[in-house]
């Protein structure tokens, strides 16, 4: 299909903001947003306890390129593309593990832990022009923010903490809640879907669909005993723009049933150390608030009370993407509250939980939807435009994303977003619980 000339309406005046459907179907737009998103813009790779020690090494695909994450001999980080130079195969096969030389199977040829070639089978068959230096493994840039790892493949894209913005004080909100630092729980929650990419990275920071989407969830939570209600609704949920495509939905936490006296006096003990270092007006900015983060293209950082996802999603299809889950931790949290929290998080956003499954029910029914474009062309993402404080019921977090992808694929400059960020912001007064946004 042609691909419009308009793919976003952006009417500030009478409050509407529209999404052209051919977004979400067409091959066209999908190769424009491999060549102007996912090559230009910087992309999560993983986060740094995943390679605690010397030669660890992860491997996986990201921007449609398989690479090895890994922290050399050294101790630094480093990303290399997994393809051989001589002949592409890839030069590690295992998904995880500790080397320190990386051995084609194909032709033997071997790379240390930094990328550079060590070793041709027969060189000396090659003429005087083979030069080892000159074929060792690509590395695209890469920079690590507050243990959180990204690469881009531009060389003209801004350093990461320019890029981050904002957003850059919701990751040191996660970052900050352990002297010792935060650790990936060993495994992934990798899954796929029927349906484009940007309606997962929508959904992250979506706080309209909950109560009708989450019905079971919080039924469960009403038989348990504990009352949802929406943050908006008590004034405390608020959305925000973070700049360059970023936004977050912050609410009051939400409350948890089923606590045993163990596990009440963990979280109390923790919440107490915590004050200790920071302060009770940062705790409560901290553990009383509930953060969905959308990172421009395609990450999610989503710090709830019972877990903290990171989450990722990478277009297969303008139909098809391929979803990746991570739980992360403070690295000094108690056995007893890691497990709470494990189990919470399963059950929310695990494989048979009870948030994932219905989300992507949702979204593929959208996407099943979009065989109407013809005579149904625009998705309305309106909702809250022009409000003087957009709540998580509001979708300026969406149009923040959309703003910044508009402009990315067109060149069409945004209009401002709004007041930046209010770091002073410390969240609700008193607990309160609210529904969370999966």
Known sequence: MTVPEQLVIDDREWGIFRVHRCAFTSPEVLQLERERIFDRCWLYVGHESEVPNP??????????????????????????????????????????????????????????????????????????????????????RCETYRGFTFLTYSPDTPDLETYLADARYLFDLVADQSPLGMRIVAGTHEYSMNANWKLLMENSCDGYHAFSVHQTYFEMMLNLGVTPGLAAEQGNGRAVSLGNGHAVAESPELGMPLMSEEILTAISRRREDVVLRLGEAHTRRMLNTSRNLIAFPNLALIDLNFGIQVRTMFPVAPDRTEITGWQLMPADMPEDLKSYRLDNAMSFWGPAGLATPDDIAGLELCQRGYSAMKEVQWSDISRGMNAAEPTVLDELQMRAFWRQWNTALTGRPALPEGPRYDISYLGPKEHTASGGVG
């Open 55 to 140: 030669n660890d090494f992860q491997t996986r695909r990201v921007g449609d390129r398989s690479v090895i994450y890994s922290r050399d001999r050294r101790g630094r980080i480093q990303v290399m593309l997994n393809t051989c130079r001589h002949r592409g195969a890839e030069v590690c096969r295992e998904k995880r593990g500790n080397r320190k030389v990386f051995t084609c199977f194909y032709h033997g040829w071997a790379y240390d832990d930094t990328g550079a070639l060590v070793s041709v089978p027969g060189e000396d068959a090659y003429s005087g022009g083979f030069r080892r230096a000159e074929h060792g493994l690509c590395r695209p």
